[in-house]
């Protein structure tokens, strides 16, 4: 693909494609109803399809072709010791550990022989018999796409979704098949577990932590009796088993919201993303900085509140000040430790070293244990945001955090325009999506600031308190503003953006192919199948 | 036009066109601006103009127009008596009272032929200097109109707004130049001068019963004293002043909303219509239903519940069902005096009568006197909800307003049936976009039926009270499930409906003629000028 084509421009994604009675095929469908509303510009369909049998064959395929690589490049290294060579032989069973001894080579390329008819049989299968009720369509013009992707197609909302198609690359295509009604109860559902794990998630923990106390342990699990039994184990053990407990959740807690986010069945992967931070957000929002501040204000005078309750407010005032301290540390040390961290890429240097010693055997393998990763979206934009946030609402208690959170973001603004510039590669492109989603976390840190500014100084008697009132009304409406004027378009393509012309006319066979999947891949499948 | 094309469908309003820098008119803006985006299928467009100065030239033609065949007619009846006949004359001054006296035909006919041209050239200088900000474009196709009214065009939300073109009959031509901001901030100040009125529209009808007492009227209008000496005209007027306040208040309140609706700068009468229906809905609800329910509830026993606050819940329960008299007699008064005067249509016989004595003197007077009006959805619609709203929620209280609602609408239906097929004309064709705002309606009435009977039966402290909880919910999930499922349909156009094949190949110039105000007919207008 060109640089100034992208596929996805002439592209959209159709979704909740109604069952047909009259016996056709959903390609057949497609065909007819987007031939008839786009005479002129309608190009081809891709029906989704199960893939899961077909993907399975070809991983194994792709699998044992870079095995025999690997096999043919360790022979070759043995015979610079012995002219000869050693043919690298392996065992057919479990992990290579038990089983019959085999050639590699001769196993491996018996079997790419075996497995290439069959994965032709099976991609003309799936073709045929497991189309799904979702497609994307190809237009000849980008300006019928970019309106496409706008426009209701019929009557019923629940039937022929038309959306923008994402990238090839960022399709999450086992979503795609998710009906309308399907999509909406997965979300709500999805909702109410992030709601009861972010307002509950210490009750699991501390049933873990109290179920794993060294007696239990002993008693469940015998066998690590001598281990538990040295004393300094026993001491760390003791200490920290429930903040181990809770150092896992939250290690693996973004990989969970990622995994709830793709099971509401959005179509991409920058979309599933935006959601899984927008989600982390509100964990760390809530239980950071909202739990830190009360639980430390409330928790440590509460003696004295309840012997005295008209002091409550001036508690507040005086303990506020107390979780200054902490929150300056937290960011202090989110710059420091972080971003040292980040800049010297200690943590990948090691575990590249380590696979390069122990995993990699051929050229193709040090390159991919090289390979920088994605920049992870979806747990630095909440973290950036909750320094925001933290910053901004202190800066009236303590203003001391002022060039803290100044230095964040400035030293910030360094690190990440190199490290975006040259070390991290993108694994996709979302056209600035993300832009609106902090657009409106900024916002609310900043009410949240004017909010806590306003309580502080009515706690304070501060004089001159009425002054600041217009500040929230006006942080209102401009966001207001905002949302009105800007969001729309980054959900959907100005038309005008669309009709400008390219420098170059697309190859539509080329934009056609870059969307089916590798493991479907039309190298050996005939032009006429894709036409079932 | 024929039955089949309706011009609507392939036009689209385009509003907020950014003023350009390079000295272009605006028409040539649109031109080249749709041009490039739809090649194709555009056809032309129709810039709004400042109409006004050729639209009180034109008016005036046509009163002359009218008056020379009123004068003609009068002319040949006195044939009759007298075979010379009489030329009917008239004075030039004010009201035809005062001036010289002139033979009508004779000067209304020069003044055609003067005004003639006057207008054919301010046609030409509005066409040309009068271009406002605001155009219709028309499409050859009705799929591109369909998905370019539901399409982003620029890249701001504020530039080239394009939505459906309404019909061209009830296009609010003065509002179509409104920019996007102007009438963001017209909206909200509509809002809120519509809720000022609705929440104490007493005060001021109470200040002028104030002012205007009988004394106060004696003082200030000295020349009344006597009338006002008349002891029956004082005692009726003493007694009524303030409900004839109130009385004038309640007819011109409509009319006003209509007015503040047309103000925020919607672009078609029926849009206007449903905004000013739904803010009548407001009023009425809040004034006859809430303000009967609490006033009459409360403030008759409200020194009871002062002696003894614990009381409050039983007096509740106890003097509910005393309002339910009043709505008894309501709903029936509205069936029994309505619908009878809606049936025998007294009133517009009595001024059709009156207006053939006094005021017609040409057959088409007569056929314009005798016209039935359009069925004035702005006040009807508001009013069956009403009904339906007391009925539902009274059902519990008092089950004996069912029979009265049941009659209610089960007449209604019948005589609407007759009414609407039969006696009225409708204004307007909004292709149902009314039923949304009904369905929300009397989803809310549904709702607000559900917490009274919660309440009530909590009141009177019913075992069974929780059962009824999972109603509320189910009521709120459904309308959730409309709004996704079917609103949308009734704001834009299925391109599947729009790409359905015509009985004909529409005629484009009779399509686009039809859009043209009848102030500026393109009659005596030669095509160039149009394309100014």
Request: aromatic letters at 14%.
């Amino acid at each position: 693909m060109s640089a100034g084509i992208r596929a996805e421009q002439f592209a959209v994604l159709v979704r909740d494609i109604p069952s047909s009675s009259e016996g056709y095929s959903t390609k057949q469908q497609v065909d007819s109803f987007f031939r008839q509303i786009y005479p002129e510009t309608y190009y081809k369909s891709i029906v989704v399809t199960e893939n899961k049998a077909v993907c399975k064959i070809y991983e194994e395929l792709e699998d044992c072709k870079k095995k025999v690589a690997r096999a043919e490049i360790i022979y070759g290294n043995s015979k610079e010791v012995n002219p000869e060579g050693v043919r690298p032989t392996h065992r057919t069973g479990l992990l290579g550990l038990i089983g019959k001894k085999v050639d590699s080579i001769e196993y491996y390329n018996k079997k790419i022989t075996e497995l290439t008819p069959k994965l032709e049989a099976a991609q003309k299968v799936t073709l045929k018999d497991k189309q799904q009720r979702s497609a994307l369509v190809f237009f000849t013009n980008r300006v019928t796409a970019a309106a496409a992707a706008q426009s209701a197609h019929a009557r019923m909302i629940d039937t022929w979704t038309v959306i923008d198609a994402p990238e090839p690359r960022q399709l999450l295509w086992t979503n795609l098949h998710k009906t309308f009604y399907e999509r909406e109860v997965r979300q709500y559902v999805v909702y109410f577990i992030v709601f009861m794990t972010i307002c509950f998630y210490m009750i699991p923990i501390g049933l873990i932590s109290a179920f794993t106390t060294l007696p239990n342990l002993r008693k469940l699990l015998p066998f690590l009796k001598p281990i538990l039994d040295i004393t300094s184990v026993r001491t760390v053990l003791g200490a920290y088993l429930p903040q181990i407990a809770l150092i896992v959740f939250l290690a693996l807690l973004p990989k969970f919201l990622l995994f709830l986010s793709k099971a509401e069945g959005i179509p991409s992967q920058s979309h599933a993303e935006r959601a899984a931070s927008g989600k982390y957000f509100y964990f760390i929002v809530l239980n950071v900085f909202i739990g830190v501040t009360i639980g430390g204000t409330l928790f440590d005078s509460f003696k004295d509140i309840q012997k005295n309750p008209d002091s409550i407010t001036q508690k507040l005032a005086a303990s506020l000040p107390g979780n200054a301290t902490f929150f300056l540390t937290f960011v202090a040390l989110k710059f420091f430790v972080g971003y040292g961290l980040e800049l010297s890429r200690i943590v990948p240097l090691i575990i590249f070293h380590l696979k390069r010693k122990f995993l990699c055997k051929t050229e193709g393998d040090v390159k991919e244990a090289w390979l920088p990763s994605d920049l992870g979206y979806a747990t630095r934009i909440p973290n950036d945001m909750l320094i925001l946030t933290i910053t901004l609402c202190y800066s009236v208690i303590a203003p001391l955090i002022l060039p803290f959170g100044a230095v964040y973001f400035g030293l910030g603004w360094l690190v990440f325009r190199n490290q975006v510039l040259k070390v991290y590669v993108p694994k996709y492109e979302s056209y600035g999506k993300m832009w609106p989603h902090m657009h409106v976390r900024i916002l609310a840190a900043l009410l949240l600031f004017q909010a806590t500014m306003l309580g502080y100084f009515g706690v304070k008697q501060f004089l001159y308190t009425p002054i600041i009132f217009p500040l929230p009304i006006m942080t209102i409406i401009f966001s207001f503003v905002c949302s009105k004027k800007f969001y729309r378009f980054f959900q959907s393509t100005a038309l005008e953006v669309a009709s400008q012309e390219l420098k170059e006319t697309p190859n539509m066979e080329i934009v056609y192919n870059s969307f089916i999947p590798p493991c479907m891949n039309a190298d050996k499948v005939p032009e006429e199948q894709l036409n079932v």
